[in-house]
């Protein structure tokens, strides 16, 4: 698999160059477009399948069991995951290109943290993305707890109150991002830090960027957090930690696929990260986005219909890494091109196995977190729970955390939506009688995780996002008009499933 990824034939970033006309002129808006996009819609949602789909989930399996178990950004995995995507559109009879960029690759080569006195126990901890290292074998030392307030950690002040040289401070979650409270820590001298969740679950953090991190940090739980800090008011705890992790340059790059005709000032995209995180294969995060995708696009291939509008389809790299891959696109467009896409809609984790139907809130009918997205961004949410009404299928809305690929097409005023089944945030006991499945459990109990595998697929939640897939394709391959029907005001009673605070990728926290 890595010789065909390293030989795959790589061509320039292909992008419309016809003129804009704005969304009240070309073919994207007669009435005879109307026509065209329900047939081809009911065409697409007849003939992808889910069962074709798992297919494709079976290749990622395969190439990250052949390639240290994952598919990662910058490694043999994700480059063999990129060749065989490629291939499959070009047999398909698209115009394929690869996008190649540089990046910090991270991966995690040890996370321990054990009390060693006075009672002996092992406590899970995450490395935190572009921490220090320590030294091989890790190190022992007394834990200090940070007095907890509203900004535990994040100033000088919070560390006077005790001595913190060559100690591993232990602080709360909340208030600033981890690199604040990690940099505050070592301005006190210690030697580590150790950041405990404010909210059930593990916490799986970054620093943010290379070059910010100053102590070797790593996150654990909010119950392991608070034991201890119950341990430490008891008397001293002395810990063993190691955390270590390799950090380099390296290149890796985003597969884009459009059709050969179509008016380019309607250019369509839709997006689904490609690369898994070292710890797994990645096979609802993000294979199942990744093959969703790769189904539709090939049964629109199938197809005789002749799209009015360009579709552009792109599996992104580096998305685990900080949105990196959509990120070097958004950036590499001019405004003329920029001004050409007319909608972004992103497929990110459409099979999670304890999953909910979410729908991004264009519209911000749910009031939580992030306000609406552009103009455009309300209709694409309204045309999915359209469409998913139509079907019978329950749904609920989730806010836009800029955990995912929309984030930089939002940032430059592109409509965005799309779906999401749910990734560590907790499953309620309404969602589960809503939806099925287990409350209080996450939506996917592998995220991020080694178990990620093919076990970890609803293939009913893959079924009905396929389908959405399918029919927002079909559609707005020829019809845009709905972009500017206004949208009735909706109260939702929706929950949001991605969780709270800022990220660098969906799962990977920055802050509180």
């Known amino acids: 698999m890595a010789v065909v990824a390293a030989t795959a034939l790589a061509t320039p970033l292909l992008l419309g160059a016809a003129p804009n006309h704005g969304h009240g002129h ?43 178990g994952h598919r990662a950004a910058g490694s043999l995995g994700h480059d063999a995951s990129a060749a065989y995507v490629y291939r499959q559109l070009q047999r398909s009879g698209y115009q394929v290109s690869y996008q190649t960029f540089r990046f910090p690759y991270t991966e995690t080569l040890a996370e321990k943290l054990a009390v060693v006195s006075p009672t002996p126990r092992d406590v899970t901890i995450k490395a935190m993305t572009y921490t220090p290292s ?79 991190g100053r102590i070797p940090t790593g996150g654990i739980s909010q119950e392991e957090g608070e034991q201890l800090a119950a341990d430490l008011a008891a008397g001293e705890v002395t810990v063993s930690f190691e955390v270590r992790q390799l950090q380099e340059e390296r290149t890796t790059r985003n597969v884009i696929a459009e059709t050969r005709g179509g008016k380019a000032a309607n250019t369509v995209v839709l997006g689904a990260h490609l690369d ?44 685990e890494n900080g949105l990196l891959g959509s990120e ?28 909910v139907q979410f729908v991004y809130d264009g519209d911000n009918s749910d009031g939580v977190g992030a306000g609406p997205g552009p103009e455009g961004s309300a209709q694409l949410e309204r045309d999915i729970n359209k469409f998913l009404d139509s079907k019978g ?14 984030g930089p097409f939002i940032e430059v005023g592109i409509p965005s939506g799309g ?24 939506y996917d109990p592998c995220y991020h995780a080694a178990c990620d595998d093919l076990s970890n697929i609803s293939m ?12 927002a394709v079909g559609t707005y391959a020829h019809d845009l008009r709905s972009l500017t029907r206004p949208v009735k005001p909706v109260q939702s009673t929706g929950t949001p499933g991605s969780g709270g605070g800022l990220h660098d990728g969906h799962g990977h926290e920055v802050t509180e």
């Open 26 to 68: 070309g073919p994207g808006h007669s009435k005879g477009a109307s026509k065209e996009a329900v047939k081809l819609s009911r065409e697409l949602v007849k003939n992808a399948s889910a069962r074709d789909a798992y297919r494709h989930l079976q290749q990622f399996q395969a190439i990250a069991d052949s390639a240290d």
């Open 134 to 212: 320590t030294r091989v074998g890790g190190l022992t030392a007394g834990l200090v707890h940070v007095p907890v307030d509203d900004t535990s950690g994040c100033e000088a002040s919070d560390y006077a109150s005790a001595n913190f040289t060559g100690k591993i401070a232990l602080i709360k979650r909340g208030g600033c991002p981890f690199a604040d409270k990690q940099a505050a820590a070592a301005e006190a001298g210690a030697a580590g830090a150790v950041i405990y969740n404010n909210t059930e679950g593990l916490l799986s953090g970054t620093l943010g960027e290379a070059g910010a």
């Open 276 to 319: 898994s995180v070292t710890e797994g294969p990645g096979i609802n995060d993000n294979g199942s986005g990744s093959a969703g995708l790769l189904e539709v696009a090939q049964e629109l291939a199938k197809s005789k219909s002749k799209p009015a509008n360009k579709v552009r389809f792109a599996w992104w790299s580096a998305e």
């Open 328 to 355: 070097a696109y958004v950036a590499g467009l001019s405004e003329k091109q920029r001004q050409q896409i007319k909608l972004y809609l992103n497929f990110d984790m459409i099979a999670s196995p304890n999953g």
């Open 393 to 406: 299928k329950k749904h609920e809305g989730t806010d836009f955390t800029g955990r995912s690929d929309y």
């Open 419 to 442: 779906t999401f089944t749910g990734a560590e945030g907790i499953k309620t006991a309404a969602q589960a009688r809503t939806y099925g499945g287990q409350a209080d459990v996450a």
């Open 460 to 471: 009913r939640h893959f079924d009905v996002n396929i389908d959405v897939i399918a029919n």
